[in-house]
C-alpha cells in the first residue's frame, strides 16, 4: 500500500509560515502560499519524496486549506507525493476529507497522502462549531468512518458526532482503489494502538527531546498490529529542521527564528521563553535537525535508526524566515542531506 | 517507605513516571479512565512490568498516588478509596484538552488546592508538572550527578513533603520545596517554573 522494505522516503512538511522576502519585509498570506508552491516545485525538481502541508488556523499561518495548495502544486509536479500534515479529522467531516483528497489523487495522477491527526492546535473546533470536550470521541468517531470510506464501497453508518449514511456511496472514486492514509500521532501511546487497529501506517510526530525514546512507541505499534491481525507497516517520524551551509550558520539564522515561533505558542500555553541553552539542547541531543548537510545528515540517520524508521519529514521554515534561506535550505536538504543519510543507512 | 505507587493516567506523563517508578524499584499500578485491558498492551511494552488496573484498585493498593490525568476530570477520581493516601498532583489546567478555565477552576485559587478542596480527606502535595514528560524521561538522573535537574514541590505538609522529595529524588531528581499548596500556583502554566528543565539553583532564582 504505501512504502516497502528499505525504500526510504524523505519528505519536507510546511505549516506555511509566514515568510520574509529579500527586503526584509514580511510577505503576506498570499505571497507566502505561492512561496510554497514554489519551493515545492523546487523539492520536486531535485527528487525529494514528499511535500507535506499541514492545516493550521492562525495567523502567523498562511496554509489552512493543505489540499488547495497540494492541487496547485500537483499541476507543476511530477513526482513529489502530496501529502497533509496533518488534516485535523476532529474538526472536519470525513466524508468531505475523502472526497476532497479523492480529488487531489485525480488531478495528481495519485499522488495523494492524507496524514490524519488531532493536531497540536485546536483553534479549529471553535471555527467549525466543535466542542473542545469531544476532543476524544470526535477523533474516534471519525476515524472509525473515515476507515471505511476507504473501502470505497457504499457505507452504512450510524453516528453520534458524524451524519448517519444508509448506503451512501461517495465520489470520486480513486483510481488505483486507494487513497493513502497516514495517521499521525505524538506521544500518546493510545494514539498508536489506535493506528495499529485501524491498519493504518504511522508517523511519529518527534518534535522535542530525543528521538530513542519512541523507539517503545514502534514497538507497540507492532504488537498491537500483531494482536488485531494485520502485518505492521513501516513507520515515518517528522521533526524540524534548518540547513544552511555550516553549522554556525544554520543556528545564527534558525535560533531567533525557532525561539519567536515556540515563544509565540509559549505565550498561549504558558511556557517560559525558550533558551539558547534549551535550543542548543535540542540541537545536540534533541529532535532540532539544525546544521550543515553533513550534521543533519548524520543526525537523521542516527534518529531514523534509532527508532526504525523508514521515512523522514522535515518541517522545514519555521518563524519569518527569509524566502532565500528557506530555498537554499531545500536545496542542501535534496542535493546533500538526503544523499547522505541514504548512504548511512546502506542505501545508495 | 512507599514500595509501591499508583499513577492514575495512562497517556505521555503517566507512561513516562510509570518507566521512572519501575528503574527506581517501585512496583508500579496504573490506570487510564475505563477498563484496564484498553490500556494493557501499552503498558506492557512501555512500561514493562507496571500492573494495569483500575484507578479505584490502584488507590486501594497503594501508599502514594500520582495523579497524571487531565485536571478537567478531577471529580471522576476514586475519592474514596484516596481516603488518607498521600497524592501527587502532577496535573496541569490545559485549555486544549480541559476546555475555558472558568468551567473548571473558580479564580484565585491554586489547581491543587482546588483539588485538595475535592478529595478532602487525603494528603496533595503539587509536584512533577512543570517538567515536559520528555525532559522527565531524558533528564532523569542518579543522585549526585552533574547537572542534575530539580522538580519544584509545594504542599502544606512538611512530612508529606519530605517523603514525595525522597520519592523523587529516587526517579532521578532533586527537589525544591517552595511552600504550602497556594505556592502551587507558581509552578502552573503562566507561572515563572513552568516548563523549567534546569538545576535546583537555577529553580530557586526562577521562584
Ligand atoms: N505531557 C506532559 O509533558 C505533562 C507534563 C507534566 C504534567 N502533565 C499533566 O499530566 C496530566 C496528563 O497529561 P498527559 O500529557 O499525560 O495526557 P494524555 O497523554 O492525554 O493522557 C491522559 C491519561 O489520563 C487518562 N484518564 C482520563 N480520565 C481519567 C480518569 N478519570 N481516571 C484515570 N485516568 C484518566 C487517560 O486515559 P484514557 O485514554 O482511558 O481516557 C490517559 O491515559 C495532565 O493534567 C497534564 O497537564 C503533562
Given at each position: ?62 496554509i489552512s486549506s493543505p489540499e488547495t495548495v497540494l492541487s496547485a502544486i500537483a499541476s507543476k509536479t511530477k513526482q513529489i507525493k502530496l501529502a497533509s500534515g496533518v488534516t485535523v479529522l476532529s474538526s472536519d467531516d470525513p466524508v468531505r476529507v475523502f472526497e476532497r483528497f479523492a480529488t487531489l489523487d485525480a488531478v495528481s495522477n495519485g499522488r495523494a497522502q492524507v496524514i490524519l491527526g488531532r493536531g497540536s492546535f485546536t483553534e479549529s473546533f471553535p471555527l467549525f462549531g466543535y466542542d473542545l470536550r469531544d476532543y476524544e470521541a470526535l477523533f474516534e468517531e471519525k476515524i ?205 | ?19 521512572l517508578a519501575l528503574r527506581a524499584g517501585y512496583s508500579v499500578l496504573i490506570a487510564g479512565s475505563g477498563d484496564p485491558s484498553k490500556i494493557k498492551l501499552s503498558v506492557s511494552v512501555l512500561a514493562p512490568g507496571a500492573i494495569a488496573t483500575t484507578s479505584a484498585e490502584a488507590a486501594r493498593q497503594s501508599d502514594v498516588i500520582i495523579l497524571a490525568l487531565p485536571l478537567s476530570r478531577f471529580r471522576k477520581l476514586p475519592k474514596e478509596e484516596l481516603t488518607g493516601k498521600l497524592v501527587i498532583d502532577a496535573m496541569n489546567y490545559w485549555w486544549e484538552v480541559d476546555g475555558p ?107
Amino acid at each position: 500500500m504505501t512504502h516497502t522494505g528499505n525504500n526510504y522516503l524523505f519528505g519536507l512538511d510546511s505549516f506555511g509560515d509566514l515568510a520574509k522576502a529579500e527586503d526584509g519585509r514580511l510577505m503576506n498570506y498570499a505571497e507566502s502560499i505561492r512561496l510554497v508552491v514554489d519551493e515545492a516545485v523546487l523539492a520536486d525538481r531535485l527528487g525529494v519524496d514528499v511535500i507535506a502541508l499541514g492545516e493550521h488556523h492562525r495567523e502567523e499561518y498562511a496554509i489552512s486549506s493543505p489540499e488547495t495548495v497540494l492541487s496547485a502544486i500537483a499541476s507543476k509536479t511530477k513526482q513529489i507525493k502530496l501529502a497533509s500534515g496533518v488534516t485535523v479529522l476532529s474538526s472536519d467531516d470525513p466524508v468531505r476529507v475523502f472526497e476532497r483528497f479523492a480529488t487531489l489523487d485525480a488531478v495528481s495522477n495519485g499522488r495523494a497522502q492524507v496524514i490524519l491527526g488531532r493536531g497540536s492546535f485546536t483553534e479549529s473546533f471553535p471555527l467549525f462549531g466543535y466542542d473542545l470536550r469531544d476532543y476524544e470521541a470526535l477523533f474516534e468517531e471519525k476515524i472509525e468512518l473515515f476507515s471505511k470510506l476507504l473501502k470505497e464501497q457504499p457505507v452504512t453508518w450510524s453516528g453520534t458526532h458524524t451524519q448517519s449514511l444508509d448506503a451512501a456511496d461517495v465520489f470520486p472514486k480513486t483510481e488505483s482503489g486507494t487513497l493513502e492514509t497516514y495517521v499521525g500521532v505524538g506521544g500518546s501511546p493510545q494514539s498508536v494502538v489506535r493506528a495499529a487497529a485501524y491498519n493504518f501506517p504511522l508517523v511519529l510526530a518527534i518534535i522535542g527531546g530525543s528521538p530513542e525514546r519512541f523507539a517503545p512507541y514502534i514497538e507497540l505499534y507492532r504488537k498491537a498490529s500483531a494482536e488485531f491481525g494485520h502485518s505492521a507497516h513501516p513507520v515515518g517520524m517528522h521533526s524540524p529542521g534548518f540547513i544552511a551551509d555550516s553549522d554556525e550558520q544554520a543556528v545564527k539564522i534558525a535560533f531567533p527564528l525557532f525561539k519567536q515561533a515556540m515563544d509565540k505558542v509559549g505565550k498561549t500555553r504558558g511556557w517560559q521563553p525558550m533558551s539558547r541553552e534549551h535550543f542548543m539542547n535540542e540541537v545536540k541531543n534533541g529532535s532540532m535537525y539544525v546544521g550543515s548537510p553533513e550534521t543533519v545528515g548524520k543526525k537523521i540517520a542516527n534518529a531514523m535508526k534509532a527508532v526504525d524508521a523508514k521515512r523522514f519529514d522535515m518541517v522545514y521554515g519555521f518563524g519569518p524566515m527569509q524566502a532565500s534561506d528557506r530555498r537554499r535550505m531545500i536545496e542542501l536538504y535534496a542535493t546533500e542531506v538526503i544523499p547522505r543519510v541514504r548512504e548511512l543507512l546502506g542505501q545508495s | 517507605m512507599a514500595r509501591t505507587i499508583a499513577i492514575l493516567g495512562a497517556g505521555k506523563l503517566g507512561i513516562t513516571l510509570s518507566q521512572l517508578a519501575l528503574r527506581a524499584g517501585y512496583s508500579v499500578l496504573i490506570a487510564g479512565s475505563g477498563d484496564p485491558s484498553k490500556i494493557k498492551l501499552s503498558v506492557s511494552v512501555l512500561a514493562p512490568g507496571a500492573i494495569a488496573t483500575t484507578s479505584a484498585e490502584a488507590a486501594r493498593q497503594s501508599d502514594v498516588i500520582i495523579l497524571a490525568l487531565p485536571l478537567s476530570r478531577f471529580r471522576k477520581l476514586p475519592k474514596e478509596e484516596l481516603t488518607g493516601k498521600l497524592v501527587i498532583d502532577a496535573m496541569n489546567y490545559w485549555w486544549e484538552v480541559d476546555g475555558p478555565i472558568d468551567h473548571i477552576l473558580p479564580s484565585g485559587m491554586s489547581s491543587s488546592e482546588m483539588v485538595q478542596a475535592f478529595l478532602s480527606s487525603s494528603r496533595i502535595v503539587k509536584a512533577l508538572n512543570h517538567m515536559g514528560y520528555h525532559d522527565l524521561h531524558d533528564e532523569a538522573r542518579s543522585k549526585k550527578s552533574p547537572g542534575r535537574k530539580a522538580i519544584a514541590v509545594a504542599g502544606d505538609s512538611k512530612d508529606d513533603v519530605r517523603i514525595v522529595s525522597s520519592i523523587i529524588d529516587s526517579l532521578g531528581f532533586d527537589t525544591l520545596y517552595i511552600g504550602g499548596l497556594a505556592k502551587g500556583k507558581l509552578l502552573e502554566p503562566g507561572g515563572n517554573v513552568f516548563g523549567a528543565n534546569v538545576s535546583a539553583a537555577r529553580l530557586k532564582q526562577l521562584i
